[in-house]
Structure formats: structure tokens, C-alpha cells
């Protein structure tokens, strides 16, 4: 007859893998509290740390922005390729943040640096802004100048802007850049935890053999 097996040995690969993973859990936690102050203590703000979304969200930054391009386009999502997508690119100039990402020059301090910026807006905004078309320099229907459109900015990194006129529309121009930065510390955060969870079997949440 077999013998019997102890429910407290019946699976200790289950017990040790829901340990090792309360430790990584744990580990990244600490981690993440690590980056958070250290990150910015060496001149890296937590502008770079968050989704652009969340950042603008409560940007402070205001000014107003030159429209210096309209163009439709192809909707990204598949499931809406019979819709247009209605893009305005726009230019502004603003005061540039000193960090250890950004380092702008002593022109861009005195005179603030320039920054583009394209979103997509609702069709009905986008029939209103003007913008000279230099292939229709002689039409008379042709606008004389680019209009301007108000937009926010996240001060600490002004590449994180958005239109404001009739709403919010976020900025998409850098595409990977933009999102690429939170990325990063997400995924630092992860290395760093994995690093931390053996050393916390030392005190907490000890295998057993």
C-alpha cells in the first residue's frame, strides 16, 4: 500500500513558485519607490516616468501655439479604416526645463526653444483653423497667416502639450519618444525588483526545503 502523502509536502513547487512571486511583487514595489525619489533627486523628472496621458493631465504650462499644418488621414485602428482622422500640427515656444534629459542651449534660455507638436482634432475644429497654403499663394480665399490655438504643457517636459480649443487633444508627434521613457522605467523597475526579491527570503517569505 502507498503511503500516505502530508498535505503540508503535497506541492512545494506550488508553495515555493506563490512565494518567489509575492517576493517579485514585493521587490518591485521597492523598487518603484527607489526610482521614484532617486530619478528625480539626479535630474530626471517624473514627467519621463509616467504615461504622457497621465502627465498632461495635470500640466500647468499655458501659451499659445501657431498652427503650421492640416492634413487628413487614414484612422489607425483597423476596424475604423472608413473613418478620417483629422491632424493639426502646431508650433510654440516656450521656456525649456534644465534636466539631465534636456540641456538646451543659452540662445534657448534667452530667446525659449521651439517645439512642434501634431494632434487630431474633430472635424468641425479642424474646418475653423486657418493655416496659408503656399501652393494657392495668389487665391485671395487663401488665409494671409497661420491661426493660433491654445494648448497646455507639461512645464518639466514641454514636448507633452495638447490643443485646448473646444477640449483636450493630446499631442502625438513623437509617437515612440513620448512613450518610450515610461517604458523604460517600468521596465526598470521590474530588473530592479527581480534583483531585490532573493534578497528578501533573507527576512520575509522564506522557502522551505
Not at 72 to 92: C, D, L, M
Not at 111 to 140: C, F, I, M, Q, W
Amino acid at each position: 500500500m502507498q503511503a500516505g502523502i502530508s498535505p503540508a509536502t503535497a506541492n512545494p513547487t506550488d508553495t515555493m513558485s506563490t512565494k518567489a512571486i509575492l517576493r517579485l511583487l514585493i521587490g518591485c514595489a521597492i523598487a518603484a519607490l527607489i526610482l521614484v525619489f532617486l530619478l528625480p533627486a539626479i535630474g530626471i523628472p517624473k514627467s519621463y516616468l509616467l504615461p504622457p496621458a497621465v502627465i498632461y493631465g495635470s500640466a500647468k504650462g499655458k501659451t499659445n501655439a501657431f498652427v503650421t499644418e492640416k492634413k487628413i488621414g487614414a484612422h489607425p485602428n483597423p476596424f475604423k479604416s472608413t473613418e478620417s482622422v483629422y491632424y493639426v500640427t502646431y508650433r510654440y515656444r516656450v521656456t525649456p526645463p534644465v534636466t539631465l534629459l534636456e540641456k538646451p542651449t543659452e540662445e534657448e534660455k534667452k530667446k525659449k526653444k521651439v517645439y512642434l507638436g501634431r494632434a487630431s482634432v474633430p472635424e468641425s475644429l479642424y474646418t475653423t483653423l486657418k493655416n496659408p497654403d503656399p501652393a494657392k499663394k495668389d487665391d485671395p480665399t487663401n488665409a494671409k497667416k497661420p491661426e493660433t490655438v491654445p494648448i497646455r504643457f507639461e512645464q518639466t517636459r514641454p514636448d507633452i502639450s495638447g490643443i485646448t480649443q473646444g477640449g483636450d487633444y493630446l499631442n502625438d508627434q513623437k509617437g515612440g519618444a513620448l512613450f518610450g521613457s515610461w517604458l523604460l522605467f517600468f521596465g526598470g523597475i521590474f530588473l530592479l525588483g527581480y534583483i531585490i526579491a532573493p534578497l528578501l527570503q533573507l527576512v520575509i517569505l522564506r522557502e522551505d526545503f
